[in-house]
């Protein structure tokens, strides 16, 4: 089976810093190698930070364009339904005055009616 250096696949894990490098004999040289290691380390998790800061920016960022547009869409809703309420208040107020004009009309239609059954009767007698 060939080694992970032909094509396509995951290359092979590097080896830990502190393999890399031989041990220091001295103690300064362990403590500044043990800083060295400590500061690496350090700047690769900030890297792994600053990745996470500009992915969460960035998911914002889309956020904030949606919620803009949602607030648009709202907006122009509600304006759609106030529109829509204002118009029935128009039809009900209309539909009101040809109510009271029918009724009107029927109740003299009726006092017609009522004229009319009175002269037949008069002629009858």
Do not use: Y
Request: hydrophobic share 30%; proline share 5%.
């Amino acid at each position: 089976m060939p080694s992970g250096k032909s094509g396509g696949g995951n290359p092979e894990p590097k080896p830990s810093r502190r393999q890399q490098r031989p041990r220091p004999r001295t103690r300064r040289g362990r403590l500044l190698a043990d800083l060295q290691t400590r500061h690496e380390e350090a700047l690769a998790e900030l890297e792994t930070h600053e990745k996470t800061i500009a992915d969460l920016a960035e998911t914002f960022a889309k956020h904030r364009a949606s919620h803009t547009d949602l607030a648009r869409r709202l907006s122009a809703l509600e304006a759609s339904h106030q529109t829509a309420l204002d118009e029935l208040r128009v039809n009900r107020q209309r539909h009101q005055q040809h109510l009271t004009r029918l009724e009107h009309s029927v109740e003299t239609q009726k006092r017609a009616v009522s004229e009319l059954e009175q002269i037949l009767n008069a002629d009858e007698h």
